[in-house]
């Protein structure tokens, strides 16, 4: 067997496509996706594949010229954009001599690089072992199983190849035990956001589409962004005040096309922000010649998670790097009537033009209007009075034998919510007339 170099800095990309020439699009992605993973492009060699070699993926032709364009470039790494199967991996590697990583390995590469908090790494190891255990080889032949006549190590015992099986099934479930558990507090943590009545809205899109930018830029906090694919895995919840009310904004991790099926399985907690939001900012890279083939990636990916029904409001973001480009919000009269209807904002969160088109965009989405005036809560509504209070809402208050007389200034959405529940009637006559039949 050849001797695997540790660094793997230095890779030939392989790009296998169908009939006719490779998908350009396609091929630039995994060209960043191999930088992004701290590799340094050698060559590029597209491999035409009109019927898939069962053991190798490609024919002996095609293999002779991979091997050729590694020992020219010095290429200790190869990197395939295709699904391999154990099988193919270990086939190609013997033939190559060289370390072989297909597209799943190496985004689970990426993952591994980016993981900062203790789930996100837990995450990432659990999608790594669930990859590798399908991978384990009898790389241990030499040790037969144990024979012999020393006490107590008669019989068949047991291989190493079993042992290691055995051992890694026991790390899977203990990882998704602890997995389980933090899952549980972050359901927790949820439920707490639900009971403070405030509008949950989550950041999706294409990776590197600028959403930490953006996400950063409205929130003032400093989640890691850089010009990279999946510079956030780890998501990051934030309280955003704005003119009609506040609302909770969640960044989460950047969809890419043929997202491995393992990795939006152990990722399901980090992508229930977006599952679970009231309205979804799906941020574009407004400068990508492919963006509405990434706008229809991110949409299956959503739709695989559970949250393709979920309202949407597209932001097309970068419009610096387009030439004459200004901001505008496109409204849609049909936006607040259905669902199913996307509004767009065009805005530069690097620059921040536009962001105030965005606001406007939000506050009208989420029915962020005020509503204001003069409530008499009874004695017995301490509990209305206690929220009113927890959403900032009361301006003015006195206390006398009937209760609080208040004045209050509150965001729409929030005022219809409280209207609505059992305590809520001193509200109803704060909210227009047309919507008394609709609220409770």
Do not use: C
């Amino acid at each position: 067997m050849f001797e695997r170099s540790r660094k793997g800095e230095n890779a030939l990309l392989i790009q296998p496509h169908a009939h006719g020439p490779a998908d350009e699009g396609a091929l630039e992605e995994f060209s960043e996706l191999a930088r992004s993973a701290g590799a340094r492009v050698a060559a590029v060699v597209p491999a035409r594949i009109d019927k898939p070699n069962a053991a190798t993926l490609f024919g002996s032709g095609k293999l002779d010229e991979i091997k050729a364009a590694a020992d020219a470039t010095g290429a200790d790494l190869v990197l395939v954009n295709h699904r391999l199967t154990p099988g193919q991996e270990r086939n190609l590697e013997k033939f190559l001599e060289r370390r072989v990583v297909d597209r799943t390995g190496l985004i689970l590469d990426i993952f591994a690089q980016r993981a900062r908090s203790h789930e996100g790494k837990l995450q990432v190891e659990l999608a790594q072992l669930r990859h590798m255990a399908t991978r384990l080889v009898r790389g241990w032949t030499h040790l037969e199983r144990q024979r012999g006549g020393s006490i107590g190590l008669r019989g068949p015992g047991e291989t190493q190849l079993e042992t290691d099986r055995r051992l890694l099934q026991k790390r899977l479930e203990q990882l998704q035990a602890r997995l389980d558990k933090v899952e549980v507090q972050r359901t927790q943590m949820r439920r707490a956001r639900v009971r403070s009545e405030l509008p949950r809205v989550a950041l999706v899109g294409y990776t590197n589409a600028g959403k930490s930018t953006l996400f950063n830029t409205l929130t003032g906090a400093d989640a890691y962004a850089a010009d990279q694919l999946f510079a956030t895995l780890d998501p990051t919840v934030r309280r955003v005040d704005m003119s009609g009310g506040s609302i909770v904004l969640a960044d989460t991790v950047g969809f890419v096309r043929d997202l491995p099926h393992e990795l939006v399985a152990a990722f399901r907690s980090t992508l229930s922000e977006a599952r679970e939001a009231d309205l979804l900012l799906h941020v574009i890279d407004a400068a990508d010649p492919l963006r509405n083939e990434r706008i229809a990636q991110v949409d299956a990916v959503l739709s695989e998670i559970g949250a393709g029904d979920l309202p949407q409001l597209l932001v097309f973001n970068k419009i610096d790097r387009i030439e004459g480009a200004a901001p505008r919000y496109d409204q849609d009269p049909n936006a607040l009537a259905d669902d199913a209807v996307r509004e767009s904002v065009w805005i530069s969160a690097r620059d921040g033009l536009g962001l105030d088109l965005l606001s406007q965009a939000l506050a009208r989405r989420l029915g962020m209007r005020r509503v204001a005036g003069e409530v008499r809560l009874p004695p017995e509504a301490g509990r209305l009075h206690a929220r009113l209070h927890a959403l900032e809402g009361v301006r003015r208050e006195t206390l006398d034998e009937d209760g609080w007389l208040l004045q209050v200034d509150l965001a729409h959405a929030d005022a219809a919510r409280l209207a609505s529940q059992p305590d809520g009637a001193p509200l109803r006559p704060l909210l227009p007339p047309d919507e008394d039949d609709t609220i409770w």
